[in-house]
């Protein structure tokens, strides 16, 4: 693993960025906007741009991570999301057929656990979650050390599960802010720093609804770690307390004693999760 070249492609709604990882280590990294209105050929014209200012004279692998859903096998994604021309994009044998190198495409949740189980604070782990606290809910599953995306690229969209009167999505991410007090998780976030009542309160009562759908996942993954993802994790240590205090009416005491809930730290997650498709292709 250490001597190989991966190329990592981040698909943004409104960037694409490259870059390389070799030695486990990532170099420069190359951004280009993306034309919203630009057709199917003129987005895969700059991806292909950015690969080739890039890429190394021996590249052993491409890995590409899209805000959309992916038929990971057939490497297909749909409906990418802010680039209405890609409906349905045979995005990895194009890249295999103009590279001749093995690409792998997957979702940016996927991507994100994997990120974090190959370069960040998943690296000792083999059963861990990846949850992406931001505009939505979701994550992606690492199962004894692969991920785990389901037959669909389904897995993860915990978001979707029913939570009282609607589902997860609508009290375990920013959402819950603008739905319940007209301002977005940043400026509640801006309050709580300076020590506002209202904004503790209610990250307290976020922290309470999150540990509520913590519970959830630890049902159905048993997972050894949960990584925060997305920009919500940055307000950490204004729910913490509440999200522990609500983990703790789970039914198996013993689960709660050995997880692990921590905050991504990694610059370029993205980049380096699509990078280590490559690497979880490879894992028997």
């Known amino acids: 693993m250490q001597e190989q070249n991966i190329l990592g492609i981040d698909l943004g709604g409104t960037n ?7 030695n486990q280590q990532l170099g420069e990294v190359s951004s280009v906007k993306i034309n919203p209105k630009g057709s199917e050929d003129e987005v895969l014209d700059q ?6 200012k890039s890429k190394p004279e021996n590249l052993d692998g491409i890995g590409i991570g899209v805000p959309s ?27 295999e ?20 189980k190959y370069f960040g604070k998943g690296v000792e782990y083999e059963s861990l979650i990846g949850l992406i606290l931001g505009t939505g809910f979701g994550g992606g599953v690492i199962v004894n050390g692969k991920s785990y995306a389901g037959i ?6 915990f978001g979707m599960m029913p939570y009282r009167d609607s589902i997860y999505e609508h009290y375990c991410c920013g ?23 209202e904004a503790l309160k209610a990250w307290a009562e976020f922290g309470r609804h999150l540990g509520e759908g913590i519970k959830t996942i630890l049902y159905a993954y ?15 240590r204004f729910f913490k307390d509440a999200l522990w205090a609500s983990i ?37």
């Open 97 to 116: 057929e103009k590279y001749s190198t093995p690409t792998f495409v997957n979702n940016d949740a996927n991507c994100f656990a994997l990120g974090e």
């Open 47 to 52: 991806i292909c741009a950015l690969i080739d």
């Open 16 to 22: 694409v960025r490259v870059g390389l990882v070799r």
């Open 175 to 197: 959402q819950f802010f603008t739905r319940n007090f007209k301002q977005t998780s940043k400026e509640f976030f801006q309050r709580a720093v300076r020590d506002e009542e």
């Open 222 to 236: 048993d997972p050894e770690i949960i990584i925060f993802g997305g920009s919500v994790r940055k307000a950490f």
């Open 248 to 284: 703790q009416s789970f039914a198996y005491p013993n689960s709660i004693k050995s997880l692990q809930i921590e905050v991504s730290e990694l610059e370029h997650i993205a980049i380096l999760g699509a990078a280590a498709l490559y690497y979880d292709g490879h894992k028997e």
């Open 152 to 157: 669909n690229c389904g897995a993860g969209e």
């Open 69 to 95: 859903v992916v038929d990971i096998k057939n490497g297909i994604v749909y409906d990418v999301q802010n680039i209405p021309s890609w409906k349905k994009v045979p995005i990895k044998s194009i890249l």
